[in-house]
């Protein structure tokens, strides 16, 4: 095994769980020292502790993405434990499942937003002075296929990883002059917690459109995402996998 990613310095939202958890992983082994953030403590704790037992390096901070001063902390936190941050993945992200627009409530609007958006922006904000000050950086955002192609009963949550696209494109023109990178990767449908709310009925239905006729797996999607951070990858920015 290659180590791509040697000594350098992650931060991995909501990687408590799913694809989070599968890129911490993946970032272990490839040589990185790993923030789990997560406001979830209990599963980012066992997150942690089973990197440091496989002989990785990591820290859990708990965080609420969609508090600044939550992030911070955590990035902070990170600083003083691990060093200064080279790689962002803003990976935190909830969904809403009604049936209309019109059902959704103005706090599940409110939350898909802070969580979704407001999040990666208080990342990128708490984090580019570092990256700018070393002249180099990678930050992956996790969007959403339903974000350019949308979905009946997600707009809130189509809304808010299509304004993921948006920010992320328009970042990597403002940082690109100083050796930053910004992509996004959007999945598809991935078998994870967000996944497993659906009836076999709708798998089927989803099937129909993926080529692979099959849910992803986390670990396709984390091989992916470190790609991105690579150093192979340093002349790919403002774009959308
Ligand atoms: P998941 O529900 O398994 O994990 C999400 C993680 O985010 C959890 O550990 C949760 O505690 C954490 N989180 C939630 N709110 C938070 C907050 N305010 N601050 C910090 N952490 C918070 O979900 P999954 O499937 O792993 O999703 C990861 C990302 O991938 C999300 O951005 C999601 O929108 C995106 N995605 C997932 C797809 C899927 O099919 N599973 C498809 C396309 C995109």
């Not at 799913?18 to 890129?23: P, T, V």
């Not at 911070?72 to 809403?96: C, F, H, Q, R, W």
């Not at 958006?117 to 950086?137: F, I, Q, R, S, T």
């Not at 239905?205 to 797996?217: C, H, M, S, T, V």
Request: hydrophobic fraction near 45%; charged fraction near 20%; charge should be negative.
């Amino acid at each position: 095994m290659t180590h791509r990613l040697n000594e350098k310095v992650a931060i991995i939202t909501g990687a408590a769980d799913g694809i989070g958890q599968a890129i911490a992983e993946l970032f272990c082994q490839e040589g990185a020292f790993v923030c789990v953030a997560d406001i979830n403590e209990t599963l980012g704790m066992q997150v942690v502790e089973s990197l440091i037992a496989k002989g990785g390096k990591a820290i859990f901070h708990k965080t609420d993405v969609s508090d600044i001063d939550s992030v911070n902390n955590m990035v902070k936190a990170t600083v003083e434990s691990l060093g200064e941050p080279n790689i962002l993945i803003n990976n935190a992200g909830i969904i809403y499942q009604n049936d209309s627009p019109l059902n959704t409530t103005q706090a599940q609007w409110d939350k898909s937003f802070n969580v979704n958006l407001d999040g990666m922006w208080h990342c990128c904000k708490a984090v580019l002075p570092y990256m700018e000050n070393a002249g180099k950086g990678s930050i992956v955002n996790i969007g959403s296929v339903v974000g350019s192609a949308g979905n009946a009963g997600q707009a809130n949550y189509a809304a808010a990883k299509a304004g993921v696209i948006g920010f992320s494109k328009s970042m990597a023109r403002e940082v690109a002059s100083r050796g930053i990178t910004i992509n996004v990767v959007a999945p598809g449908f991935i078998d994870t917690d967000m996944t497993k709310a659906l009836s076999d009925d709708q798998k089927e239905a989803i099937f129909k459109d993926i080529p692979a006729n099959r849910l992803g797996e986390p670990d396709e999607i984390a091989a992916t995402v470190a790609f991105l951070v690579s150093d192979g990858a340093a002349y790919i920015t403002g774009e959308t996998i």
